[in-house]
């Protein structure tokens, strides 16, 4: 079992910057691929970026890339995801999510944090 439990959202103007986190249980963290998601209001949760285990490599979706930047302390149990240079489009609640990358594999969820960017 993996809990996930996000926070650093917030209210912030555009061209702003924020810095959520996402703290895991359990002693296999490192173990597992980490992402933040984010869902808008009546839109489709969409991805944002992905962390390996050991935290080597990341992956990004085109509309933050070069503005957001996600990282990892596996000593801590904890995801990071750096965002620079907000705009008001990216008001969304921000979740994290863990997974073994296993066929059929259930992923484990957070409950979200709410980020939003006024103009």
């Known amino acids: 079992q993996v809990q996930l439990v996000e926070s650093g959202g917030g209210s912030v103007q555009a061209g702003g910057s924020l810095r959520l986190s996402c703290a895991a249980s359990?002693?296999?963290?490192?173990?597992?691929?980490m992402y933040w998601f984010r869902q808008a209001p009546g839109k489709e949760r969409e991805f944002v970026a992905r962390?390996?285990?050991?935290?080597?490599?990341?992956n990004y979706a085109d509309p933050v890339k070069d503005r957001f930047a996600i990282s990892r302390d596996n000593a801590k149990n904890t995801v990071y995801l750096q965002m620079n240079s907000l705009k008001p489009e990216e008001t969304a609640v921000y979740y994290c999510?863990?997974?073994?990358?296993?066929?059929?594999?259930?992923?484990?969820w957070g409950r979200g944090t709410q980020v939003t960017v006024s103009s």
């Open positions: 999510k863990a997974a073994l990358e296993l066929r059929g594999e259930i992923p484990y």
């Open positions: 359990g002693r296999t963290f490192s173990n597992y691929v």
């Open positions: 962390i390996s285990g050991s935290g080597g490599i990341t």
